[in-house]
């Protein structure tokens, strides 16, 4: 069984920045493909950003540019580096393992941008 807890969420301005942090516990996550979702107040969970186990990288459009997803398989994390936040980026963070036909979520964090 594999384990996400995520870390990092909080409240920040419009332009400012915030590093997600999501641990796995178990032996998959170097062997698995890592993704970032989000979903917003009265909207549907959306992906943001993923990262396979051989690190190809990619975007939704709405964070091009401004956010960074990268993995340490050392410390079974996976980050998310969100820069130039936007009120619009509010939202309930997850992330997600999947290795092969196996699909983990941890809780989720929540990052609100509001001046």
């Known amino acids: 069984q594999v384990q996400l807890v995520e870390s990092g969420g909080g409240l920040v301005q419009p332009g400012g920045s915030l590093r997600l942090s999501c641990a796995a516990s178990?032996?998959?996550?170097?062997?698995?493909?890592m993704g970032w979702y989000r979903q917003g107040p009265g909207k549907e969970r959306e992906w943001v950003a993923s990262?396979?186990?051989?690190?190809?990288?990619q975007y939704a459009d709405s964070v091009k540019g401004r956010f960074t997803i990268s993995r340490d398989n050392a410390k079974n994390t996976v980050y998310l580096q969100m820069n130039s936040l936007k009120p619009e980026d509010t939202a309930v963070y997850y992330c997600?393992?999947?290795?092969?036909?196996?699909?983990?979520w941890g809780q989720g964090t929540q990052v609100t941008v509001s001046s």
């Open positions: 178990g032996s998959y996550f170097s062997s698995s493909d």
């Open positions: 990262i396979t186990r051989g690190g190809t990288i």
């Open positions: 997600r393992l999947r290795y092969y036909a196996r699909e983990y």
